[in-house]
């Protein structure tokens, strides 16, 4: 079946962050995208992630015209309280010239969606059986069965894989082309939306592990409990979720309705190079970074802001430099965040739990933790980090 054939500059495959960032970017330059996604509009609008952005990325969008996207649903703008062993602790970061902001991620979604589509950008959704052809030649193509059912092809200059860790786009490389470095942190998360407030908010670090309460809304939060690596949702039913995470904060916490609940894996992951032949991965489809550093949209959008400008260049001078340095120019950054990732989740684990590093680990994080508290050059440099600025 060899279905309708179209011609675009660059296919996006994947409308999330890093997808509908890149196609406004490319919309507002001139260059001629189309944006796929597998998912149903109303599924990618409604899914629930972290919405951090930092100061990076909030500089970006305002420099290339987009800063509305950035008002959303009003959030508790509040650092969040920090504890210590059931023991409020004080914060005084340095944070000047942050602007980092709290926007829930399926708000800034809606609101890219709605500005793509909006100066008439193409984008397709329910694009069921993608796949990628030639992507080693002149012309690659996509290939894709609409909502109708139709087979669709879409021939172009360069596919930009923005569809996640688990997508076609890295998969359609061959694994002796890519390398894969890779690690496993010696616990995991259960993960919890809850249709309460975030009270207490913020984190906190306990011997039985660690805990986390995050705005999500007026009347939602997501909290987080470190566990074991074999556990099971099961394991986890709703009362013992709230008495952990009070027991963890060592303050009362007020329980309600438990929307969604599910295990997550934390782990480190880099792929190199982050391109073969026409093809380049850009957010979660070239990296993962576990959620304690909340670096994952500051990656997806840096890797966007390199490739848009590699594309916009090519295009409008015939100059192809930047796009064939894309994965020198990204890599150095996405390894010095792996390192502020590792580090950061790393002591606020070992902090309080012993059951994996051992007692020695936890002294040695206390003590790069009151280092925080201490040193103005340790704050600045975290703050530095946690800006997305270094």
């Known amino acids: 079946m060899t279905g309708n054939r179209e011609n675009t500059t660059v296919a996006v495959i994947g409308a ?15 260059v001629d995208c189309v944006v796929l996604e597998k998912h149903s509009r109303a599924y990618v609008e ?23 996207v950035l008002e959303g649903d009003p959030v508790p703008q509040s650092e969040g309280g920090f504890y210590i062993d059931g ?18 991620q399926q708000v800034l979604v809606r609101n890219l969606t709605d500005r793509f589509l909006r100066d008439g950008g193409d984008l397709r959704y329910e694009a069921a059986d993608v796949s990628l052809e030639d992507i080693t030649g002149e012309r690659p193509r996509v290939r894709y069965r609409g909502a109708d059912g139709s087979a669709e092809v879409v021939a172009c200059d360069f596919v930009a894989g923005c569809d996640g860790f688990h997508g076609v786009s890295r998969r359609t490389i061959p694994a002796a082309a890519l390398t894969e470095y890779s690690h496993a942190y010696g616990y995991n998360w259960l993960s919890v939306l809850a249709a309460v407030p975030a009270d207490p908010s913020g984190m906190a670090i306990h011997a039985r592990g660690l805990a986390g309460m995050i705005p ?26 709230w008495s952990e995470l009070e027991a ?3 303050t009362p916490v007020p329980s309600g309705e438990i929307v969604d609940k599910r295990i997550v894996p934390l782990r480190s992951v880099v792929f190199d190079p982050m391109s073969y032949g026409s093809l380049y991965l850009l957010g979660d489809a070239a990296h993962i970074v576990p959620p304690m550093s909340a670096k994952g949209i500051h990656l997806a959008l840096h890797d966007t802001e390199v490739f848009a400008r590699a594309v916009i260049r090519q295009v409008r001078e ?13 890599l150095p950054h996405i390894w010095n965040y792996q390192a502020f990732a590792t580090w950061i989740t790393d002591m606020m684990h ?23 508290f201490t040193s103005q050059t340790a704050n600045k440099l975290f703050g530095e980090l946690a800006a997305g600025t270094n």
Request: glycine share 12%; with cysteine; charged share 30%.
């Open 318 to 330: 015939g100059d192809a430099s930047l796009l064939d340095s894309y994965s020198e120019t990204c």
């Open 350 to 372: 070992n902090a309080g739990f012993t059951g994996y590093e051992g007692e020695f680990r936890k002294q040695v994080a206390r003590a790069e933790l009151q280092r925080q």
């Open 216 to 241: 999500r809304g007026p009347r939602a939060s997501r909290v987080y409990l470190q566990c074991r690596v074999d556990d099971t949702v099961g394991q986890w039913p709703d009362e013992r979720v």
């Open 87 to 104: 023991e409020a602790m004080p914060i005084d970061m340095d944070d000047d010239n942050d602007d980092s902001l709290f926007c829930p």
């Open 16 to 30: 999330g962050v890093a997808g509908l960032t890149l196609g406004n970017f490319l919309l507002r330059n001139g």
């Open 46 to 68: 409604q899914r629930q992630r972290a919405g951090t952005i930092d100061a990076f990325g909030v500089r970006m969008f305002r420099a290339w015209g987009l800063g509305e």
């Open 248 to 250: 963890r904060f060592g």
